[in-house]
């Protein structure tokens, strides 16, 4: 029985997207940046005032609601 299949082999994918073996970084990349965008903007949501939410058409309730979401929530 041959396992050779299952081993790393230099300049394969391993099954991720894009050329060479490091071709899912950029995939990673682009998650990393979504989940710190999406932390950072629940961050600025939770520290607006009443007004200012008001004016956004939310209630504090609801966006204290979005704020409190794991960064890996949509």
Known sequence: MNH???FFHPGKSAGFPGAGP???L???YAQLETVSR???ERRRLSQLDDHLLDDMGL???QADREAAKPFWRR
């Open 4 to 6: 050779s299949s299952t």
């Open 22 to 24: 490091i071709g899912w």
């Open 26 to 28: 950029p995939s990673l």
């Open 38 to 40: 999406r932390i950072e």
């Open 59 to 61: 209630t504090r309730k």
